[in-house]
C-alpha cells in the first residue's frame, strides 16, 4: 500500500516507517520539522535500502495537504504529527488544540476528498485519565488534567463520528503507553530538543553526562516501590503495531492499546538500565509532578486477539537500544 505518514520523521513515525517498508509498503511523509529533522529520514533509508517521498509541509494546512492527496495515489493514511508535551500543552493550550485537532480534520477532510478509507491515528493512553488499571479499550474515558489528552480524545470522537457517516472507512486509534527505545541499528531513536519530558531520554543523557543527575518525581505513590509505574514498549514493537492495524484492519472503527501489559516501576526501569548497559546512573527522590497518576498500562488481549500483535522486545532490550542510539547521537 501507499502510506501517506504524517508526522514520519519524528520518534515513533521514523521507527513506523522502518517497519512499514520492511513489510513492502510505499511510504510518503508530510513533516514540517517542528520537532525533528530529516537526517532520521535520511537513516531510514539507509537501514531500509529504500526510497521515501517527503514533503515539508504542515498538514493543518489544508491546500499543500490535499497537493500530497492529488500527487499520489494513497491507500492510507497514520497520522503522528502533533505536539505531545503535557506540561507545554497546559501553558500553551490554544497551540495544542490547533495543531493537534486541526491536522486530523484536515486530514481526514482530504480523505474524504480523495476516497482514501485507511485511517491510523496516535492516540495515547492519556485518554483514561484516572481509570482504575490495567485499562481496556471498553472504558468510559475520564477527562485528563491537560489540553493534550483533550486532544486526544478529541481526534478520537472527531474520527469516530466520521466514519459513522462513510461506511467503508476502516480506522484504527492506538493508544499508545510509554515507547521507548531505538532501532537496533542505533541510527534512528528519541532525540528530544532541550531537557527531556520523558523517562527514558533523560535516563541516556544522565548515562552520557549531559545532565548531571536523574530526578524522579514522586516517591509515595501506592506502588511497588512508591514511584510511580508505567507500561514501556519498545518503540519497534508499537511501529510494528502499525503495520499489523494496517494489514488485518476491518470496516468501522478499532480502539486498540498498544503497550506490553505489564507495569514496571521507574526505580525498576532505573536498575534494568544500569544492569542492561553496566552504567551508573545517579538520581535523586522529588516531589510529585503535577497531573501524573500513579500507574499506568495496558490490558494488550484485544490487540493481540485481533491484530495477532503481541510486543516482542523485553526491557533489557528497550534499556539496551536507547542506550545505543543516546551513545552515538551526535546532538
Ligand atoms: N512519544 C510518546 O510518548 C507518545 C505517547 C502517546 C502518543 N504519542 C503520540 O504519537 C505521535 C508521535 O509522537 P512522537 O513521540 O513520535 O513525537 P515527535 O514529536 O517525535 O513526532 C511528531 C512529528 O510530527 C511533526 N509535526 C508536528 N506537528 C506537525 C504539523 N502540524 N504538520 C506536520 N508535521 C508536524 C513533528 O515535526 C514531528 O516530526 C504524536 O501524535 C504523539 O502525541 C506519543
Redesign the pocket.
Known sequence: MNILV?????????HTCVALLEAGHTVIV???????RTK?LERVKQITNNEITFYQ?????EVAVNTVFGNHSIDGVI??????AVGESVSQPLAYYY??V??TMVLSKACQKYKVNRFIF?????VYGENTVPFVETMKLLPTSNP?GE??AMSERILTDIAKVNSDWLVALL?????VGAHESGLIG?A?TGIPN?LMPYITQVAKGKLAKLRIFGSDYPTVDGTGVRDYIHVMDLAEGHVAALDKLTKGVHIYNLGTGHGISVLQLVRAFKEANGLDLPYELTDRRPGDISECYADVTKAERELGWTAKRDLVDMCRDAWRFEKNYEG
Do not use: M, Q
Open positions: 504524517a508526522g514520519g520523521a519524528g520518534y515513533i513515525g521514523s508530510a513533516d514540517n520539522l517542528c520537532n525533528s532520521a509541509i504542515d498538514v493543518t494546512d497520522h503522528f504529527a502533533g505536539f505531545k495543531n493537534n486541526v491536522s496516535s492516540s495515547s493512553a492519556t493534550y486532544t486526544k493508544r499508545y503507553f510509554n515507547p528519541e528530544p520523558n
